[in-house]
């Protein structure tokens, strides 16, 4: 099972800020957050991760509290192009593999 | 620097015919995963493999399907006696050998099962 909670959907006004938010209060301390989109029935598309510190990209920043049992992504602009399903996962550390949960749908509107 | 290719793209099949997906990883890349997406649901982990061997089967459903990649050409998810069931999409990842769990993967287009 996945061992993170997101909202179900959110939206989000075009060249706004989309703040996408993660709990995943179980997290180890070697278990790293990554997030992937899927848009409409692509492929998902891997966005960025990180283990404790906040990291940025090209994409997107991700902000991981202090205790890491939470995390928010942030897409600074968001665009049309955005619209899509959000997956925040929990590496299963000793793994190699991703489970993903549920997502959160996230809607850009003009 | 081509990506993960999936064919075919489309497939379909008819009750009781079998179903051979294709997925060639990103130049190297040594790990393969699949996973399963029923329409209107999340992804589904099923199998993770390395060249020639089997590392985690834990999703895949015990009859019918199976996997494999081996030492040359692409890795095969095979559907045997395919049923109404199956009909969904099939994606493949890849990623380098882990160094920890800092590695993403990379998704191919994946391939839609339609079973009539």
């Known amino acids: 099972d996945a061992k993170t909670t997101q909202p179900t959907s959110m939206d989000c006004a075009e060249g706004r800020a989309a703040n996408l938010p993660c709990n995943h209060s179980?997290?180890?301390?070697?278990?790293?957050v990554y997030w992937y989109r899927q848009i409409h029935s692509q492929g998902p598309q891997y966005i960025i991760h990180g283990l404790k510190n906040n990291e940025t990209n090209e994409m997107a920043s991700l902000i991981i509290t202090e205790d890491r049992k939470s995390s928010t992504l942030i897409l600074p602009h968001a665009t049309l192009r955005d619209t899509a399903v959000y997956y925040c996962i929990v590496r299963v550390w000793g793994t190699d593999k991703l489970i993903f949960g549920t997502g959160t749908r996230l809607q850009v509107f003009p | 620097n081509a990506g993960v290719m999936q064919n075919p793209r489309h497939l379909v099949r008819r009750r009781g015919q079998e179903a051979r997906l294709r997925c060639s990883p990103m130049?190297?890349?040594?790990?393969v995963y699949w996973y399963r997406q029923l329409p209107e649901e999340g992804l589904k982990f099923m199998v993770y493999?390395?060249?020639?061997?089997?590392?985690?089967e834990s999703g895949m459903p015990k009859e019918r399907f199976s996997a494999e990649f081996p030492k040359e050409g692409p890795s095969i998810l095979r559907i045997q006696q395919v049923v109404r069931g199956d009909s969904a999409a099939y994606f493949c990842a890849s990623s380098p050998p882990s160094a920890g769990g800092g590695y993403g993967y990379t998704f191919g287009s994946g391939t839609r099962l339609t079973v009539v």
């Open positions: 130049k190297g890349h040594s790990h």
């Open positions: 493999l390395q060249k020639e061997n089997i590392i985690d």
């Open positions: 179980t997290i180890s301390g070697n278990e790293y």
